[in-house]
């Protein structure tokens, strides 16, 4: 069906791709793998229009073809679900699906709630067409991605890192979605970090590698071992080594927030993160975690409760001068300023902390030096300081935003999904480093939507139905039922 060879990409001194190949057999789900900064979404921009390569050939069942529009490659029945959704934030739902369609005067809004009915109906999932966008969790942005996708003539469907922000349900019904596409003589390339979704999902892998394809397997004939290997060029220990702390006392205390959400309301929570402890946040997206975490960190106003800090003071504003880093949930809308260069995003909200900033002037030399420290030590691969943040990678984006957050040594970190888009060594790398946090006496409120994760580096979890916490779990050989159990609406140690 599709056959890419000897495809190069080079931004100034950065090589993107370097003589990348791949090729996609018809009704196959193909994984793409690779570290962060591989070249994997670069490649598949490529494929998709958005990037123009300096060199390389594209055969499209047979015939060579030259895609130079996402519009190009639509009409040769190419879709691709980005990383980060290209829906318009100010619309609604059906008004992005009418964006999807021919071009026209009107939208025909009967037409489009026919559409997804009919989608969901096929694929699952609640879609308000009337909703609007920017009102919507990531999670549930990134499935109207997936549905819009949907809607046209495709017979190649990209998805990059597809299931970053959905639930372990919202994935299985993503993987049943996948695999009737495929029955129906259909192909996908599918981009992710997480082996367990290569054996679980694909056909063949190809691994990626400083801008080539290193290995293309059989899944059947390999190992995650032997993908990890490929991936990072050694093996990767995925045991943690969480030994045991006394916690101490309060870095964080919420008591009775109730705040107000698009999609779900808060209503009088408490909870506390002390010194020496990792709490971990569960649940099913769209149940209060993100507006939580918009409260604590100032986004939203409280409508009551407070939020103080473990010095005594009250509200965001207080704690971020008292070495508290937030980790946000949507890196692109949240954690970086996407063409502004690095060396500004890694210190947004930190000038006057690292004595680069008096009386409105900046030390912009002392910035690029502790700018090239901070992109060492998190390695993030750039061509410096200077490059702008929204040329790098996704999981690069990530790296940066963690180097400007935990390169002080905060005592206490607020976040959210910090693995999303990370492959297996960089996302080991980010769980260490809050284990670190606890280890020197820190603490960390870890909200994540994915449940090994949580498991691996949590003291305590509370889980979050319905704007409220539903209980709480120790992480033990139980915890995964009774985490399952929470997330239903049971009251543990009651009728199941």
Known sequence: MLSISDVEKRYDATVALSG?????????????????????????????????????????????????????????????VHQHDRLVAALTVGENFALAGESSFTIPRDEIRDQLADLTDRYGGAVDPDARVSDLSVGERQWVSLLRALTGDVSLLVLDEPTTTLTPLERDRLFGALREYRASGLSVIFITH??????????????????????????????????????????????????????GPALLLVEGLSVRGARQTVTGLD??????????????DGNGQRELVEAITGIRTPDAGSVSFG??????????SASVARIPEDRHRHGLALGRPLWENLHLGRWHHRGLGNRGLLNRRGARDRSGDLLRTYDVVCSG???????????????????????DAPQLVIAMNPCRGLDIAASRFVLDQLLEVRSRGGGVLFVSYDLDEILAISDRILVM????????????????????????????????
């Open 385 to 407: 300081p200077d490059q702008l943040a929204g040329e790098l990678s996704g999981g690069n984006q990530q790296k940066a935003v963690l180097a400007r957050e935990l390169g």
């Open 271 to 284: 909870l506390e993160v002390r010194s020496s402890e990792i709490v971990g946040i569960a649940g099913v």
């Open 311 to 320: 010095d005594g003071t009250a509200g965001w504003h207080a704690g971020r």
């Open 20 to 80: 990348a190949s791949l090729s996609v057999e018809p009704s196959e789900i193909h994984a793409l793998l690779g570290e962060n900064g591989a070249g994997k979404t670069t490649l598949m921009n490529v494929l998709d229009g958005i990037t123009r390569p300096d060199g390389g050939v594209i055969r499209w069942r047979g015939s060579e073809v030259r895609i130079d529009s996402p519009r190009t490659a639509a009409a040769l029945g190419i879709g691709m």
């Open 194 to 247: 997480k082996l367990d979704e290569v054996f679980a999902l694909c056909d063949r892998v190809t691994v990626m590698r400083r801008g080539r394809a290193v290995a293309t397997l059989a899944v059947a004939d390999t190992t995650r071992s032997e993908l990890a290997s490929l991936m990072v060029g050694q093996a990767v220990d995925t045991d943690f080594d969480k030994h045991a702390v006394e916690a």
């Open 465 to 496: 139905a319905s704007g409220e916490v539903a209980g709480q779990v120790v992480p033990g050989p139980q915890a995964t039922e009774e985490i399952g159990l929470l997330m239903g609406g049971a009251v543990l140690g009651g009728p199941r």
